[in-house]
């Protein structure tokens, strides 16, 4: 079975919680389904991450309980595993609430579904669907997202996934998009800002790896924003 349809069928299947207020789709997905037609050539993978704002935690909670095709994961609580090859892993993330500035990362105590709570993902706002068969999914706004992406603290292949993701993003923004970027960087602290810049030129020296947008042929449409960026300061 082809990974799009994987991915759709597993976005039917969690209807019942992408309707909960404040819920979004993010992470690798958010590329792939952000493409025309939602045609998911751009990252590859085998989960799908679900945001969940605290809020929102236990309307999520219940809901997770009746999702057909999944069982929860004894050794990760956090992740719904697929019972069958149709459908993608679930990972459960958690969002601060609107006005924690805190900067923590810190794991939400529950016994049936606990969440690692990550600081970074303030940087994202709703307020975005895409229709994928029939189905409205909210997605984060892209700028947020790729700011996120960029500033990850994740090492190894993890790390460079992120990155690769952040091309995915690039590669289907739009002006408004690169627009709202650089006036998110301009908000962040001069330290995030080298981070971002460090992220960026990281990503432009990766290799290319199977299943995720190749920054070669992309070198200069990187270094264009780094630039760009760097300018701002």
Do not use: W
């Not at 016994?111 to 709703?126: A, Y």
């Not at 020296?205 to 042929?217: C, E, I």
């Amino acid at each position: 079975m082809e990974f799009r349809e994987r991915l759709i069928r597993t976005l039917h299947a969690l209807e019942p919680i992408l309707r909960v207020p404040g819920v979004m789709v993010g992470g690798s997905e958010v590329p792939n389904l952000l493409e025309p037609d939602a045609r998911s050539s751009l990252v590859v993978s085998q989960d799908v991450d679900i945001i969940v704002p605290i809020e929102a935690h236990g309307l999520v909670r219940d809901r997770s309980r009746s999702i057909p095709g999944f069982r929860r994961s004894a050794e990760e609580p956090t992740i719904l595993e697929p019972v069958d090859t149709a459908l993608l892993e679930v990972n459960f993330i958690g969002m601060p609430r609107k006005d924690d500035d805190s900067g923590r990362t810190f794991l939400y105590e529950d016994t049936e579904l606990p969440l690692i709570v990550f600081s970074r993902l303030t940087l994202l706002r709703g307020g975005t669907t895409v229709s994928v068969d029939g189905l409205d999914v909210p997605v984060p706004r892209v700028a947020g997202l790729l700011v996120e992406k960029l500033l990850t603290d994740r090492s190894g292949l993890k790390g460079d996934r992120d990155l690769l993701v952040a091309l995915g993003l690039f590669m289907v923004a739009t002006a408004d998009d690169r627009d709202e970027f650089a006036q998110i960087c301009d908000g962040l602290s001069e330290s995030d800002r080298r981070s971002v810049i460090s992220g960026l030129t990281t990503l432009s020296l990766l290799p290319p790896q199977p299943g995720m947008p190749d920054p070669s042929p992309r070198r200069e449409m990187i270094a264009e924003i780094v630039r760009g960026v760097e300018r701002r300061q």
